[in-house]
């Protein structure tokens, strides 16, 4: 994978690994607008502590906003200072946060799998489609899973060899980690080393590291401060909104109609799983395989508890997302590239890609026929967003994809390379058609109207509100915050085109898709 030996070839290895990765994920950053409801979300609060100077506490359209805490706002706002409003900076601290996350896993891996591995882990990672999304969004998550990744890893390093720097490292990556999402930090170092010391029978190692002062020192100074000034300035309601609402009640029940308690919903993570690893979903059965025969191998076995925690955990949970599941995926690209160098089967390694890759040229024509179809019916907003698909893609999606399509299937003849060749090979080609072809077009499918009738908002007098509709990048784009209500006389109003009230007089401003903007007369 590099040449080179020693220390110099790792780190030569790392880097070109990271410019690959760069490569990938930076420049795209900036091709589509911001999805609604959370990178809007996110976005708009970030512009209005901008606008406040209030780097503290954090508000949604005026309102505080409990649902997460300060860091990623702190980091989006410094990434906005720098570059300017717009999808680019707001996207930024999210991207390196992936790179970090890369990164750490590769650094974990040389000393542990050897270099090949190692990299491959690390591209593994950055190729998948979980982390190919999470580090393209301006939200929380992927800036929490670089942190747990550096906190888990150091937490096993502490473990191997006893060394007391490492676990006080751990402790700083979980206090940012607290900061960055909430306990949940503290709750996958805790739940998973105890899981890990049960196993070995090291109950003095863990409760030397659980109870480590200088460890909880740190977490104190750094995490604490935050969480004492909200206490102080909001009270109960921050107790209520943050603590309360959106981390006891999101596992205690359902919140905002994510999951269950329905049996069903307990396969819901089993069933995610293969399409968060793709293009490498074929590895899975060689992984279980691979940490079934060396579950006696300490590494193997942390690994293993690390994602079975967090795979239980959050299936137990009333309330189930799709990114929950990366707080435990780290471990499977670990396990997973231990076996793509080792695959002979083309299968595994290198067909799935190819075969995304032959379907993409075709995904607008097929959604766009879907919209056109009475099973669309039940979903008039979404058919109506769905009827621009092709219209959306550009003749340059056709050209992208359909040249990756090409060189997919080439590859595939390649039978002279080895698996893991054809492997990386097939998953470069997927990365950069999903990254600047399909985002992009799925982006302006999603997003386009509401970006637009922002800035034609942006233009016209009178204050706007979001009426029956949850579109926070509206915000974003026309630069004020815009209320969650009815409009009044006079006012402009964003909904959508299935819940405009007949009764109510208004003049249609604007509509595409199935986003209208209105003025009440």
């Not at 747990?148 to 060394?163: E, I, Q, Y």
């Amino acid at each position: 994978m590099s040449t080179g030996t020693g220390t110099a070839g790792n780190t030569r290895a790392l880097a070109l690994l990271l410019l690959a990765c760069a490569l990938l994920l930076l420049p795209s950053l900036a091709l589509y607008p911001l999805f609604d409801v959370d990178e809007g979300a996110f976005s708009e609060a970030t512009r209005e502590m901008l606008r406040s100077g209030d780097w503290l506490s954090t508000t949604l359209n005026g309102l505080p906003r409990y649902d997460k805490p300060i860091l990623i706002y702190w980091l989006q706002a410094a990434s906005v200072g720098l570059l300017g409003l717009n999808e680019f900076a707001l996207r930024l601290p999210s991207a390196l946060a992936g790179l970090a996350w890369v990164w750490a896993i590769a650094a974990f891996a040389i000393p542990r799998l050897g270099r090949r591995s190692a990299v491959l882990a690390g591209w593994i990672a950055a190729s998948s489609l979980g982390v190919l999304v999470i580090a393209r969004s301006a939200t929380a998550d992927a800036l929490l899973n670089a942190l747990l990744a550096a906190m888990m890893f150091d937490l096993w390093r502490h473990f191997d060899g006893g060394d007391r720097r490492p676990l006080r490292r751990a402790y700083v990556w979980m206090a940012l980690g607290v900061l960055a999402k909430g306990p949940i930090a503290v709750l996958i170092a805790g739940g998973v080393g105890l899981l890990f010391c049960a196993a070995s029978r090291r109950w003095r190692d863990g409760w030397r590291a659980a109870t480590d002062p200088w460890g909880w020192l740190l977490l104190v100074l750094i995490a604490l401060p935050w969480y004492a000034a909200q206490l102080a300035i909001h009270g109960r309601d921050f107790v209520d909104g943050f603590l309360v609402r959106h981390n006891l009640d999101r596992f205690t029940g359902t919140l905002e109609g994510h999951g269950g308690r329905h049996w069903y919903n307990r396969l819901y993570y089993l069933v995610l799983l293969p399409g968060l690893l793709l293009p490498w979903s074929g590895l899975l059965p060689a992984v279980v395989r691979d940490a079934v025969r060396e579950r006696t191998d300490p590494l193997t076995g942390y690994l293993v508890l690390w994602f079975g925690f967090v795979f239980v955990f959050f299936s137990l949970s009333g309330t189930q997302l799709p990114h929950y599941l990366l707080y435990g995926m780290t471990p499977v690209f670990l396990l997973a590239a231990r076996q793509v160098a080792a695959s002979g089967g083309l299968l595994n390694v290198a067909l799935a890609p190819c075969l995304l890759l032959v379907v993409l040229p075709g995904v607008p024509a097929l959604v766009q026929a879907w919209s056109e179809r009475r099973s669309a019916a039940p979903l008039p907003f979404y058919a109506a967003q769905a009827r621009r698909a092709l219209e959306a893609a550009a003749p340059a999606y056709y050209t992208l994809t359909v040249a990756c399509a090409v060189a997919g299937l080439v590859l595939l003849g390649l039978r002279r390379w080895e698996a893991w060749r054809r492997g990386v090979a097939a998953s470069v080609l997927l990365g950069i058609a999903l990254a600047y072809g399909f985002t992009p077009w799925l982006g302006e499918v999603l997003n386009g109207p509401q970006r637009r009738a922002a800035a034609l908002a942006a233009g016209l007098p009178g204050s706007a509100v979001q009426w029956d509709f949850a579109a926070p990048s509206f915000s974003v784009y026309r630069g004020q915050e815009t209320p969650v209500r009815a409009p009044a006389p006079g006012e402009l109003a964003i909904t959508r085109a299935d819940r405009l009230d007949p009764a109510m007089p208004l003049d249609i401003l604007f509509q595409e898709g199935g986003v209208v903007l209105v003025r009440r007369r």
